[in-house]
């Protein structure tokens, strides 16, 4: 399934991959030289929701909670672990390190239409 990630009335993001699966999590964006993805773990935490960058080029994360509100974001560099400081449920990675979110937005995602 793809989503749009949207700040308000802005689409941030086209495209984004929906990971939902142990080995979909795992993966994430990584061996992609773009693209987007939302990370969904099963509980809202710091446990289920730190990630590693190896394999990745630099990133952008933002850590999402249940109610959809941005609770972290951090540009990352290769090879390395990161955790959110507070609970979250959603991880969204990007290779668009341009990309405008901060701690405290509200986002939405929505299903993008296919032509199926």
């Known amino acids: 399934m793809k989503l749009k990630l949207k700040k308000g009335n802005k689409t941030i993001a086209s495209s984004v991959e929906f990971l939902d699966t142990t080995l979909g999590r795992g993966i994430g964006i990584m061996f992609r030289s773009s693209g987007n993805v939302l990370l969904v773990a099963k509980n809202e935490n710091t446990i289920e929701t730190a990630i590693h960058t190896f394999f990745c080029r630099p ?6 909670n249940s109610e959809h509100k941005v609770v972290a974001v951090k540009k990352t560099i ?5 955790s959110s400081p507070k609970p979250a449920k959603y991880v969204f990675e990007t290779t668009n390190l341009k990309t405008k979110l901060s701690p405290g ?8 239409k296919t032509n199926a």
């Open 59 to 64: 990133l952008l994360v933002a850590w999402i």
């Open 78 to 82: 290769p090879f390395w672990f990161y």
């Open 105 to 112: 937005d509200r986002v939405r995602f929505i299903a993008e």
